[in-house]
């Protein structure tokens, strides 16, 4: 069985999503959202590193995935939200995780079908998939769209299975291509 803790980065609230993962079968362990204070950029950043360490250290996944960056409204909010995944990501780098990284649209086709979904289809499938009683909030359902992401493209002994284009033109199921990206 492996545990894979998913972030969804935010410089205001940031997402987390814990599953186990055995074979096929996903099993929701917890998910929810660190709330960063109203403070300098420097004390959020630092509780979002000490948040995840907390994470890491009471959940000890063995592997991590959060989303990339993409093209926010302006490039202050990129800049922030680009801060806010490395303060996660240098958390699971100093826990010797391996991190993997994802786009949204790559997230909300592995999990929705639809690049495309806004947050609602995104929550709606997460409860569904992962048999929940109720839809999680919107940053912890991402959070667990980017764990069933890193879910259904991994194995122990590396990726299983691709999507897109250049996978179906090879007519493999990963691309050279693909892989290189993936590291």
């Keep these: 069985m ?3 803790l998913a972030i969804d980065p935010g410089s205001r609230i940031t997402g987390f999503g814990i599953i186990d993962v055995q074979g096929r079968q996903i099993q929701y362990v917890d998910s929810g959202c660190i709330r960063l204070p109203d403070d300098v950029l420097a004390e959020r950043l630092k509780n979002i590193y000490t948040n995840v360490s907390e994470l890491l250290s009471r959940y000890q996944p063995q592997e991590f995935a959060i989303e990339e960056v993409f093209l926010a ?3 202050n909010s990129a800049l922030k939200l680009g801060q806010a995944r490395g303060a996660a990501i240098v958390a699971a780098a100093m826990a010797g995780l391996p991190v993997a990284e994802y786009a949204a649209k790559r997230v909300k086709q592995s999990v929705v079908g639809s690049g495309a979904a806004d947050k609602e289809q995104v929550q709606q499938m997460v409860q569904l998939l992962l048999k929940l009683e ?12 980017i764990a069933m992401c890193h879910a259904h493209t991994r194995t122990s002994s590396g990726l299983e299975y691709g999507v897109g284009k ?10 050279e291509l693909d892989i290189r990206n993936l590291k």
Excluded: C, E, V, Y
């Excluded at 250049?166 to 691309?175: L, V």
């Design 166 to 175: 250049r996978a179906a033109r090879s007519g493999k199921r990963w691309s």
């Design 134 to 145: 109720k839809a999680p909030q919107a940053d912890a359902a991402d959070a667990l769209a």
């Design 73 to 75: 409204k302006n490039a």
């Design 2 to 4: 492996t545990r894979i």
